[in-house]
C-alpha cells in the first residue's frame, strides 16, 4: 500500500515512522517533510496547505491512504476534496473540522450539550467587548475565533492588558480575520492533561494521555511556544478521571458532533483541565497533538496503518491494539531565541549517538540537509524521545539522549515531566 501523509514536523515524523512499521505499508510519501522524515519516506515539495497540490499528487500517484495531520488543510477541507476525487483520507471533514475552526463553534457546541467548560461571552466588535472587560473578573482569558497558530489565546491580568489583546486581535487583526470575532472566558485554574481519541462516530477510543509543556522556559516561565515537550501518561489521570472524561466529555462531545449532522471521523484532542469542580474541556483540537503524538505513539502496540483504516471504514470497534506501560517523554531541542527571533542553518550532530542509547528516538520538527550537512530549519528542531519501564526511568534516558545532541544556541527545558501535583 502506499501512503501520503500531509505536514512536516515532529508530529508528522512520528506518524510516518509509526506507520512505517505496518506491514502493509509499502511506500511513504510526506509533504513536505523534512529531512528526518526524509529518511523514511519521499519526502514531495507540496506545502500543506496546497489542497490541489496534495489532491493530484494522491491522483497520479494512486495513493492508497492519504492522512492529513495539520489543523489548516483540514479546517480548509483537504480531506473533503480528496474523498470527491474517491482517494481514501484520514481526518475529519471540513464540517468536523470547525470543531477546532471556529471557538464559537465549539463553545456553543458545549453550551447546548452540557459539556463542562468555562463560561464565555461572544463578541463581534471590538467596541461591546471592550465595555465588558470593564467589568469583567480578572484575570480573563481572550481568544480569537479562528485558527493563530496556537498564539490566539490571551490571559489578560489587567484591564490594560485586556483592552491590548482585544484591540490586537479586533482592530489591528493580527491574526487576520481569525480575530474577527473573540471569545471572552472565565479564567480556570488546575493541571492540564492533553487526551488524543480514535473516534468514526460511533465509537470512542481514547488513547494513553499526555501532558504539554506550553512555556519557552523551567517553571513555565517565559513565552508560549508550540511546545517544549511532553510526557505520557499524565500523572493526576487515573481510572476515575478516564471515566468522568469518557461520561462527560468524550462520548457526549461525539454524539453532539453526530447530532449536529457533523460526524467527526479521525483523532479528537480534548485539551482539558483538571478543576476543583471536575475536569473541563479547554479546546478541542480536530486532528493528533504536537508534540503530544510524539510521546502517545511509541506506546501504541498496533498496526497505526489498520486503525486509520477501520476509522474510515466506521469499524473501529473491530481493531485490536493495546498500549505499552510505563512512560515516554519527548524533549525538544529548540533554536535558542525561539519562540520570538532566531537563526537557522546550524549544523546538527550526535543524533546516532543518542538513538543508540536503546528506546531513544529522535524525531525531526524544523530540520533541512544543506551540503550533505543535517541543519536546524526552524524554531523547534528536534524531539528527543525515550520510552521505559517508569515515567521517571523516561525522564531520565530522554535527557541523556538530548545531552548527546548538539547545535549552536540549542536550548531545552531541564523540567519536561518533573513537576508533580498533589
Ligand atoms: P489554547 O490555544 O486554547 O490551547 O489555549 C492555550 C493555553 O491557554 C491553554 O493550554 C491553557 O493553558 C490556557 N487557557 C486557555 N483557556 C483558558 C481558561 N479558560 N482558563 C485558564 N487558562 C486557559
Ligand atoms: N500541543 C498542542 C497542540 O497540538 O495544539
Redesign the pocket.
Known amino acids: 500500500m502506499k501512503v501520503l501523509v500531509v505536514g512536516g514536523g515532529g508530529r508528522e515524523h512520528t506518524i510516518v515512522w509509526k506507520l512505517a512499521q505496518s506491514e502493509s505499508v509499502d511506500k511513504i510519501y510526506c509533504a513536505p517533510g523534512n529531512a528526518g522524515i526524509g529518511q523514511i519516506a519521499e519526502c514531495v515539495p507540496i506545502k500543506a496547505t496546497d489542497v490541489e497540490g496534495v489532491v493530484k499528487f494522491a491522483e497520479e500517484n494512486k495513493i492508497d491512504l492519504t492522512v492529513v495531520a495539520p489543523d489548516d488543510p483540514l479546517v480548509l477541507g483537504m480531506v473533503d476534496a480528496l474523498e470527491e476525487k474517491g482517494i481514501r483520507a484520514f481526518g475529519p471533514r471540513k464540517n468536523a473540522a470547525i470543531i477546532e475552526g471556529s471557538?464559537v463553534f465549539s463553545k456553543k457546541l458545549m453550551k447546548k450539550y452540557g459539556i463542562p467548560t468555562?463560561h464565555y461571552e461572544v463578541f463581534d466588535s471590538a467596541e461591546k467587548a471592550l465595555e465588558y472587560v470593564k467589568s469583567a473578573p480578572l484575570?480573563t482569558?481572550i481568544?480569537a475565533e479562528g485558527l493563530a497558530l496556537?498564539k490566539?489565546?490571551i490571559?489578560a491580568k489587567t484591564e490594560e492588558e485586556a483592552e491590548k489583546a482585544i484591540r490586537d486581535m479586533m482592530e489591528d487583526k493580527v491574526f487576520g480575520n481569525a480575530g474577527n470575532r473573540v471569545v471572552i472566558?472565565?479564567?480556570?485554574?488546575g493541571p492540564?492533561i492533553s487526551v488524543l481519541a480514535f473516534t468514526d462516530g460511533k465509537t470512542m477510543r481514547p488513547m494513553v494521555s499526555a501532558q504539554?509543556h506550553?512555556r519557552a522556559y523551567d517553571n513555565d516561565e517565559g513565552l508560549?511556544t508550540g511546545g517544549m515537550g511532553t510526557f505520557s501518561p499524565s500523572r493526576i489521570y487515573d481510572e476515575k478521571m478516564a471515566e468522568e472524561c469518557m461520561n462527560n466529555i468524550f462520548l457526549p462531545t461525539m454524539k453532539a458532533m453526530n447530532s449536529e449532522g457533523r460526524t467527526f471521523k479521525g483523532v479528537l484532542y480534548f485539551?482539558l483541565?483538571a478543576t476543583k469542580d471536575g475536569v473541563k474541556v479547554?479546546?478541542y483540537n480536530c486532528r493528533f497533538g504536537d508534540p503530544e503524538t510524539q510521546v502517545v505513539l511509541p506506546r501504541l502496540q498496533g498496526d497505526l496503518f489498520e486503525i486509520f483504516n477501520a476509522v474510515i471504514d466506521e469499524r473501529l470497534d473491530e481493531v485490536e491494539y493495546s498500549w505499552r506501560e510505563g512512560g515516554c517523554v519527548c524533549v525538544v531541542a529548540a533554536s535558542g531565541g525561539y519562540p520570538v527571533k532566531y537563526d537557522k542553518g546550524y549544523e546538527i550532530t550526535g543524533i546516532e549517538d543518542a538513538e543508540a542509547l536503546g528506546d531513544v528516538t529522535v524525531f525531526h520538527a524544523g530540520t533541512a540537509m544543506k551540503d550533505g550537512k543535517l541543519v536546524t530549519a526552524g524554531g523547534r528542531v528536534l524531539g528527543v524521545t525515550a520510552v521505559a519501564g517508569s515515567l521517571d526511568d523516561a525522564i531520565k534516558k530522554a535527557y541523556e539522549g538530548i545531552e548527546k545532541v548538539s547545535f549552536e544556541k540549542m536550548h531545552y527545558r531541564k523540567d519536561i515531566g518533573i513537576k508533580k501535583y498533589n
Open positions: 471557538k468555562a484575570p482569558v481568544k496556537g490566539g489565546v490571559i472566558e472565565e479564567f480556570l485554574t492540564e504539554d506550553k508560549n485539551g483541565m479547554i479546546e
